[in-house]
């Protein structure tokens, strides 16, 4: 049976109407997106910040072992392993320098780690003018690369912009955005709590346009909708009203 057709005497919501550059400003759901994103993006200089700081001491405490370290004898102390799916092999140790005991503690891989025993003897590579930067002389200490932070902090940067796209898309649309009588087609389940509505739309000109968008508590099939769409590409549409943003 094919749908009912377009009532030719649609009008839109009053406030509405059918001109553009209409006033818009945020819903409150909008300002908690728009709040998220700025902080999302001053974390991520923060982050940024922190992660280069951390990879240059980690190069140069690394650099200075390799030039100034001396190699001494250390006792096992400790051997134990963090969490359970995905643990970390850990041992700790101690070793004695100019009249001080010196202690550490760093993660091995697991051949190494299974062949230890507490009282066990290990090498140790120190820095005499700064025992306390050591580490086990049969491997080199964990340092993050100097050109990790940069795309790290760039990457989270991205993901806290890409909150704001909806928002955008929703502020264009109901900006300058051509109002159109619209029904539901159909909807299915896309998570727990979210479904895909599909709707059908009668533009301007007469053609049917077709599209989708996300929604809580999709209505039935057959409901009217008023539509709002970009009459310079129609597959850019949403049903009215939004949820981001709203008339002034």
């Given at each position: 049976?094919?749908?009912e057709p377009f009532p030719?005497?649609?009008?839109?919501?009053?406030?509405?109407?059918?001109?553009?550059?209409?006033?818009?400003?945020?819903?409150?759901?909008?300002?908690?997106?728009?709040?998220?994103?700025?902080?999302?993006?001053?974390?991520?200089?923060?982050?940024?910040?922190?992660?280069?700081?951390?990879?240059?001491?980690?190069?140069?405490?690394?650099?200075?072992?390799?030039?100034?370290?001396?190699?001494?004898?250390?006792?096992?102390?400790?051997?134990?392993?963090?969490?359970?799916?995905?643990?970390?092999?850990?041992?700790?140790?101690?070793?004695?320098?100019?009249?001080?005991?010196?202690?550490?503690?760093?993660?091995?891989?697991?051949?190494?780690?299974?062949?230890?025993?507490?009282?066990?003897?290990?090498?140790?590579?120190?820095?005499?003018?700064?025992?306390?930067?050591?580490?086990?002389?049969?491997?080199?200490?964990?340092?993050?690369?100097?050109?990790?932070?940069?795309?790290?902090?760039?990457?989270?940067?991205?993901?806290?912009?890409?909150?704001?796209?909806?928002?955008?898309?929703?502020?264009?649309?109901?900006?300058?955005?051509?109002?159109?009588?619209?029904?539901?087609?159909?909807?299915?389940?896309?998570?727990?709590n979210q479904s895909i509505?599909?709707?059908?739309?009668?533009?301007?000109?007469?053609?049917?346009?077709?599209?989708?968008?996300?929604?809580?508590?999709?209505?039935?099939?057959?409901?009217?909708?008023?539509?709002?769409?970009?009459?310079?590409?129609?597959?850019?549409?949403?049903?009215?009203?939004?949820?981001?943003?709203?008339?002034?």
């Amino acid at each position: 049976m094919s749908p009912e057709p377009f009532p030719e005497n649609w009008t839109p919501p009053a406030a509405l109407g059918y001109g553009s550059l209409r006033p818009v400003r945020l819903t409150g759901q909008g300002k908690v997106l728009i709040a998220v994103c700025i902080l999302l993006l001053a974390g991520s200089a923060v982050l940024g910040v922190f992660l280069f700081r951390t990879a240059r001491r980690q190069n140069a405490e690394r650099a200075l072992l390799l030039d100034q370290g001396t190699t001494t004898t250390a006792t096992v102390t400790r051997l134990w392993r963090t969490g359970e799916k995905s643990s970390r092999y850990m041992l700790s140790y101690r070793f004695l320098y100019a009249g001080a005991v010196y202690k550490h503690s760093v993660s091995t891989s697991f051949n190494r780690w299974r062949r230890l025993h507490v009282g066990d003897p290990i090498p140790v590579s120190y820095v005499p003018a700064q025992p306390s930067l050591n580490h086990p002389a049969e491997w080199q200490p964990d340092a993050l690369p100097l050109w990790f932070p940069y795309p790290f902090t760039l990457l989270m940067a991205a993901c806290a912009l890409l909150i704001v796209v909806p928002i955008r898309r929703q502020y264009g649309l109901l900006t300058n955005g051509r109002p159109a009588p619209g029904r539901v087609t159909g909807s299915k389940r896309a998570s727990h709590n979210q479904s895909i509505l599909f709707y059908e739309f009668r533009q301007l000109n007469g053609a049917i346009a077709k599209g989708k968008s996300s929604s809580t508590r999709p209505p039935a099939t057959g409901t009217p909708l008023c539509i709002l769409y970009d009459p310079d590409r129609p597959r850019r549409s949403a049903p009215y009203p939004f949820s981001l943003v709203r008339l002034a």
